[in-house]
């Protein structure tokens, strides 16, 4: 990501920026009365087992900690709720197998995080579910008070969420220095990527759903079934890979980006020069499971016209991180009353890098000559650069680490290079995060103790 930012809710900016004693957002991201709230900042507590209540059928015991048919439902009642699928008890009976099968391997996840004991901060949650929310065009919120309203418990998503965050640290930490990206290797696809001029490139979205034990390949063809017949009657790819792909690239709404058909599964491949944009395949059969295929576009490498920014910014740290749902300290608010006096003074590209300069910001003025704006993420960032006049300083962006000040000197519309360093890095680090994914899951699979009583497990 350019400049590492998510922006916080509107209202929350607002306090922040006005020194108001209480965060305005802190009640709507709770869950409703009945359910227990997430303590913050915890590596265990949130996803750790309830111990079941009456009533509650343990359908697997996964090492010791059990899994009930609440779970199950509640899980299946989100994917509908997330999804706009009407939350009959046909249609999440036809889920269950599958979801017993995803929170199987998340507990199993989980008890890595824990092992490890890496710890999921509640800041990095708030931001994936802003992300969520943005890919679906979503007010920030939305989907919290979606769930309240139909009594799911807002730490259903929040666990969840925490289990996918907290592996993915895992997986860097298991990758050691094969998680740096070195700059030979960036060149080199570089160069690979402009022999391939003129060629199609495809971006794609992907749902993966795996085949953990090849007697269960028919439930998962039946719930890929049942997820295609719903993203093809309207529901939002992005919510639903976010519930229920296993890959790396949940959280970001299945993204698999601009690939060429030599970077692809075979069985990938072979399907889709031929979708139209928008389209959604069948389940493909792919190594380890099944993948939904979203055509999200198509173009030829080399040849596409783009908007060329150039772009300076000012990043001012917070003293200690800014928690979502937490008064600013009085040290944060100087932070922003500081990015305030910049955005309301600097007229000029030159005197951002000046700010820059003048207040030892710890990340670069100029991120990188030109920026293709097609290729900036999170969308609502990209919107706020696509419309923001030049030469004229943005509203402070607040983050959970600092506040950023940015300034669009340059738009253009160009050829550009397609693939920037940074889309490189990001794709070959999200290649070997998924390979040690899948193989790691494989071997806690291999070594745990399950033991499955029914239910869909």
Known sequence: MLFRLFTLAAPVIAALLSAAPQIAMAQARRPPPAAPAAPADAAATPGTPRPPGRGMEIIAVVNGDAITNADVGARARLFAISTGMPASGELLDRLRPQIAQQLIDERLR?????????????????????????????????????????????????????????????????????????????????????????????????????????????????????????????????????QFSQSQTALQGGELGWLPLNQMDPEIAKIVPDMPPGAISNPIKVAGGFSIIQMRGKREVGRDQSLALTIRQ???????????????????????????QIAATARSCAQMEEAAKVNNSPRPADPGGEVNLANVNP?????????MPLERASQPLIAGDGVSVVMVCTREQKVMANVSKEEIQGRLLSERIELASRQLQQDLRRRATIDARGGGA
């Open 110 to 242: 989980l008890q890595e995080v824990l092992r490890q004991k890496v710890i999921v901060r509640d800041v990095q949650i708030a931001a994936a579910i802003r992300e969520i929310e943005a890919r679906n065009n979503l007010p920030s919120g939305a989907l919290a008070a979606r769930l309240a309203n139909d009594g799911v418990s807002l730490r259903t998503l929040v666990d969840q969420i925490r289990v996918q965050i907290g592996w993915t640290e895992v997986l860097r930490q298991q990758l050691g220095t094969a998680a740096v990206i070195s700059e030979a290797e960036i060149l080199e696809q570089a160069r690979l990527q402009s022999q391939n001029t003129g060629r199609p490139e495809f971006r794609l979205g992907e749902i993966f759903i795996p085949i953990s034990n090849p007697a269960r390949t028919a439930d998962a063809q039946r719930f890929a079934d049942t997820v295609i017949a719903q993203l093809r009657s309207g529901a939002p790819f992005p919510v639903a890979a976010a």
């Open 314 to 340: 000012v990043f001012l740290p917070f003293p200690t991180p800014y928690t979502s749902g937490s008064p600013p300290t009085p040290a944060q608010t100087a932070v922003v009353d500081r990015a305030k």
């Open 379 to 387: 969308p609502a960032f990209r919107q706020i650069l696509a419309g």
